[in-house]
């Protein structure tokens, strides 16, 4: 049996040592720096942080946990959450946990306001929000994938020198290439540059009707002062103007060095500068020992349109390392009517959620 226990810092030792039985101490969510930044340091507000302890011992046995976040949605701001780094401790599996704490947490999220919570949950735990949580799927989001150095890859991914020599005359094709215009400049993002980060929010609010605020706020949080991850974020300016907004960030997966795209957006009516920034972030990861380019964008975006036109294809689902499902259980009725069901209405990449 267990008993609820809303979290208090004193529960903080315990649930580092949770997920590092879990997980093992070299993942990022082991790490108390990190879950230190991710709970407490979010512009949107702390984590909903919710506890189940074993009855008799008072042993931490689960923790349901939600992010806060900032949702411009059908024209004005919402405040919502993602749920995320949900852990069932393996003695305590089978009691309820999952689910209890989960309601439990919700109905704080219904007190605070919140419009809504989504998720993007893996196979093992989707089951669980869609037939016990009351959560409604949108629709899978397409990962797309581009080779940037196929001689790299086979030797990462198949272990073969040999094989990766037999595909070194096909580099040449996937080089990334394109020259600047003059009238356009690529600005890496600093802590000096957010005010500029500010200005590009207010050009592509509302772009599409359901996307997470990226202001200087959360760009900071997200991307700059997150620990143990490398981000490359780039503001590209046309005529001194911020029209486009991209990050980077080099990681392993499946044993290839991947420049995976934790964000790619940009005003209407510039893509041809959103291509130049794409090119200029890809070649840079590239000459950095990338050598396979991942995003996670659904096909409706104008953003896929380009990330097609650079060579991006869609992975097919046989090879996909999981399905990419988005999940959404809505708080706010009035949002249904709107449309905040339809896939359509939504931008969502992979720094919408922690996983990049």
Same mark, same amino acid.
């Given at each position: 049996m267990w008993d609820h226990k809303t979290f208090s810092t004193d529960d903080f030792p315990a649930i580092i040592t949770m997920t590092q039985e879990q997980y093992g101490p070299e993942n990022d969510i082991s790490n108390q720096d990190f879950l230190q930044h991710q709970y407490f340091e979010?512009?949107?507000?702390?984590?909903?942080?919710?506890?189940?302890?074993?009855?008799?011992?008072?042993? /931490?046995?689960g923790q349901y946990v939600v992010w806060?976040?900032?949702?411009?949605? &059908?024209?004005?701001?919402?405040?919502?959450?993602?749920s995320l780094n949900t852990l069932t401790g393996k003695a305590y599996r089978g009691q309820g946990i999952f689910t209890? /704490?989960?309601?439990?947490?919700?109905?704080?999220?219904?007190? /605070?306001?919140?419009?809504?919570?989504?998720?993007?949950?893996?196979?093992?735990?989707?089951?669980?929000?869609?037939?016990? /949580?009351?959560?409604?799927?949108?629709?899978?989001?397409?990962?797309?994938?581009?080779?940037l150095k196929p001689s790299h890859m086979v030797r990462e991914f198949l272990h073969s020198g040999a094989l990766a020599v037999l595909a070194k005359p096909a580099d040449p094709f996937f080089r990334v290439r394109g020259d600047q215009k003059h009238d356009v400049t690529v600005l890496p993002v600093t802590k000096e540059h957010l005010e500029l980060v500010d200005r590009f929010w207010d050009a592509v609010r509302g772009k599409y009707p359901v996307m997470n605020i990226r202001d200087g706020a959360f760009v900071r949080f997200r991307y700059l002062d997150?620990?143990?991850?490398t981000y490359f974020p780039y503001l590209m300016l046309e005529n001194g103007e911020p029209v486009c907004f991209a990050v980077g960030r080099i990681m392993e997966v499946a044993g290839m060095q991947c420049a995976m795209l934790a964000d790619f957006l940009f005003a209407d009516g510039h893509a041809d500068a959103a291509e130049q920034?794409?090119?200029?972030? =890809?070649?840079?990861?590239?000459?950095?020992?990338?050598? =396979?380019?991942?995003?996670?964008?659904?096909?409706?975006?104008?953003?896929?349109?380009?990330?097609?036109?650079?060579?991006? &294809?869609?992975?097919p689902k046989r090879l996909e390392p999981q399905p990419f499902p988005l999940i959404l259980r809505l708080f706010d009725p009035s949002l249904e009517d709107k449309g905040v069901y339809d896939v359509k209405?939504? &931008?969502?990449?992979?720094?919408?959620y922690d996983v990049i």
């Open positions: 979010n512009p949107a507000g702390d984590a909903l942080i919710d506890l189940a302890v074993d009855a008799e011992n008072g042993a /931490l046995a806060p976040m900032r949702f411009w949605t &059908f024209g004005e701001p919402k405040s919502c959450a993602h209890g /704490l989960a309601n439990l947490t919700y109905q704080r999220e219904t007190e /605070l306001g919140h419009a809504f919570c989504y998720g993007t949950p893996n196979p093992n735990s989707y089951p669980g929000f869609i037939k016990k /949580l009351s959560f409604k799927e949108l629709g899978n989001i397409p990962l797309m994938l581009r080779p997150m620990p143990r991850r920034l794409l090119r200029k972030l =890809l070649r840079d990861m590239q000459q950095q020992g990338a050598s =396979l380019a991942g995003c996670l964008m659904f096909g409706h975006t104008q953003e896929s349109a380009v990330l097609k036109k650079l060579g991006f &294809f869609r992975c209405n939504w &931008f969502f990449t992979m720094g919408d």
